[in-house]
Every structure is written in C-alpha cells, then in structure tokens.
C-alpha cells in the first residue's frame, strides 16, 4: 500500500477535468496571483542559517522552473536538486478549449510517478482533487473551500476509505499572498503552523523574496525570478 504521506510530498498542486456547465475558466496566473504577462518563473530555495530566528538564506535546496503559454496557463513545471540533475517534470495536458485535461508528473528517471485530476465549481475553483498512482489506482482525493476572492482556505485530504487524515487551514494577505496554514490531523490536533513572509515587490507587484517558517522556526528563503 502506498505511504500517503510519502506520496504527498510527490504531488503537484494541479489537475483538472470536470466543469460544472456555466463554469467560469481561470488561468494559472490568476489562481497563483501572478501580475503581467509572465512567461516563466524561476525559484530558488535555500536552507537558513542554522542557530537564528531569522530566515537568512545558506545552502540551496532546490531550483524549480514554471513554464506558462500565452494564455497565462502551466505547461511545464521542473525542480532541480543543487547540482542540476531533475528530480521531478509535470506536464499540463489542455483541450482544444484551453481546459485543463490532467497534469502527470514524472520521476527524475522520466517514470510516471502521479497523475492528478479536479472537478471544479461554477467559479471556475478546484473543490475535488484525484490523486492516482501510475496504475491509475486512486490513492489520495483532496476536497478544498474558497473565499469570495477566489483564496482556498480549506484544503482536506482523505485516503481512498474517504477517511479524513489531514486538514489545512489557510490565511492570505491583501495581495493575495498565502501568509499562514495550520494542519490538524483526523483528531483536530494542531500539528503544524507554517507561516510565510514576502518581500522585494518588483514593478508588477510580484514579490521576489519569501522566508517559511515551521512552528515559528525559520526553514527556507526562496528566491524568484521572473520572466515576461
């Protein structure tokens, strides 16, 4: 059986596949609250200076590559480990109408690792998400809640019994930048709180700059580069 919590760290958070007639079609830009007509967002994300309370960038972790057509949607999305080799590859698969299709994600190795697949609401959200392995057995369904400016604040995983393992509540900020998101296990205990902080706003009003923090304890500093 698989480690769902394994598995989880190998998602992508991003899939489609059933509209609701009337359904409004956003775009990956403004689902990720990205300004302008951007064309590839580069991250870099390093590790903290051990032994602080500030996020003060180390060592890089990991670099990830957002490729977007002209019509502000994903096609690519790549992570890359410190010295280069590919670690993960999604594809975004469109119909003729521009609607998502699926997204599969692939191993370093080029293997089928995930494919995922939503159902969205008349807004245009994704509320349902299917995760399923390269068997295309399903082994993860994630049901997510929005607020009126389209932010998903509930996210909930549940394992293929429909059992309810893990829960996330999410904060935003007026830019639409997530700022806090609290995990509770299937008992409602508080696991995690992660918090978030963004700055270095470029002349869009995209930041290039964002520190993590895990229980108030600083993790990362991403770094980001954006193409238009």
Not at 71 to 76: M, S
Not at 83 to 93: A, D, P
Not at 114 to 126: F, I, L, P, R, S
Not at 161 to 188: Q, V
Request: glycine residues 8%.
């Amino acid at each position: 059986m698989i480690n769902i919590f394994k598995s989880l760290s190998l998602l992508l958070v991003v899939s489609l596949v059933s509209f609701g007639v009337g359904a409004q079609v956003k775009n990956d830009l403004k689902r990720q609250k990205l300004k302008g007509e951007v064309k590839s967002v580069t991250e870099y994300e390093y590790a903290v200076l051990p032994d602080t309370k500030e996020a003060i960038k180390d060592t890089l972790k990991m670099k990830s590559v957002c490729r977007y057509n002209a019509d502000g949607n994903r096609t690519e999305f790549t992570t890359y480990a410190p010295n280069g080799t590919v670690m993960s590859r999604s594809v975004f698969n469109y119909n003729d109408s521009g609607i998502l299709i699926d997204v599969k994600r692939y191993r370093g190795d080029g293997g089928l690792n995930v494919t995922t697949t939503y159902v969205y609401d008349k807004a245009g959200n994704e509320t349902e998400e299917n995760n399923t392995d390269p068997s295309g057995t399903l082994f993860m369904k994630g049901k997510s809640k929005y607020d009126l400016n389209g932010n998903r604040i509930v996210y909930d995983r549940h394992d293929v019994t429909g059992h309810l393992f893990l829960k996330s509540n999410i904060k935003y900020d007026r830019k639409g930048n997530e700022t806090e998101e609290r995990e509770y296990d299937s008992h409602a205990s508080l696991q995690f709180t992660t918090t978030f902080e963004h700055g270095n706003y470029d002349k869009k009003d995209n930041w290039l700059w964002k520190a993590t923090y895990k229980n108030k304890v600083p993790r990362t500093v991403t770094e980001r580069e954006i193409e238009y």
